[in-house]
């Protein structure tokens, strides 16, 4: 399975436009891995997670969404959904033909895409339907199971993906899991973990923190939920609590948990 990470950022970037704090500073200074768009992954060349920045990403990192034939939705929030960016799926702004895609989510994100393009959409190729937490979805080759994430949103929707060899929980944005959602957690393993860490050194509630993200390393270490080798990747980091990515790894590299970065490919 092939993970490549469009963007890692929170909703406004890193640096955030219209600050400059000693993060966001830094981050103009260093350039590279500490400049983030909003989080977005795209698995194999036919599964994307989220859609914002992804023009842009496909501009600065080299991706191509042309095989995407499923997208799944976190949640309805802007930073991780905009509906304009399927405008790009149809002539003239897409000179060759596009699979079909099947836009899955959470029913209020859903409702977000369809006011725009409606349930179906033979010119654009694009259909939709709503996720239910804990009912898995089979599809081009994937189980997907969704489940609740902790997030202020009508129907905040994380992910466990696997396609038969490998197997990730894609979880952004969420706080501290809901009970239920650790309890079917526990009943899967996984080759990567993808997990929100909005909030550093500051508070967590909505958002996790670089305490929730430690402390779940080694719950789901301790719990027997990582494979031989599993890599556990922070990522949607906020220039508000989040220091540039040299200090970051320097913070997580002794948990032995990876700092995600824009543009990083990597097989699994
Ligand atoms: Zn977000
Ligand atoms: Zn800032
Ligand atoms: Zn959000």
Known sequence: MRLFFLGTGAAEGYPAPFCHCENCELARQRGGRSL???????????????CNDIVAACALYGANLDKVTTMLMT??????????????RAYPFAKTPVPTMAVLGPWDATAR???????QNEHHRLWMADVRHGVRIWRDGYTITPLAANHGTAYPTIYAIDDGKRSILYSTDTGRYPEATWERIKTLKFDAVI???T??????????????????????????????????????????????YEELCELFGPHDIAVAYDGWKLDI
């Open 75 to 88: 949640h309805s929030h802007t930073d991780h959904l905009d509906p304009v960016e399927m405008s790009w």
């Open 195 to 197: 997990i929100d860490e």
């Open 199 to 244: 909030m550093g050194y500051g508070p967590s509630g909505g958002h996790m923190n670089a305490e929730d993200v430690i402390y779940y390393r080694e719950a789901f270490e301790a719990e027997g939920l990582l494979k031989p080798g599993a890599l556990f990747i922070a990522q949607h980091f906020s220039h508000g609590y989040n220091p540039p």
């Open 36 to 50: 983030r768009l909003r989080s977005s992954l795209l698995v194999n060349d036919n599964l994307l997670i989220d």
């Open 113 to 119: 895409m369809e006011a725009m393009w409606g349930r």
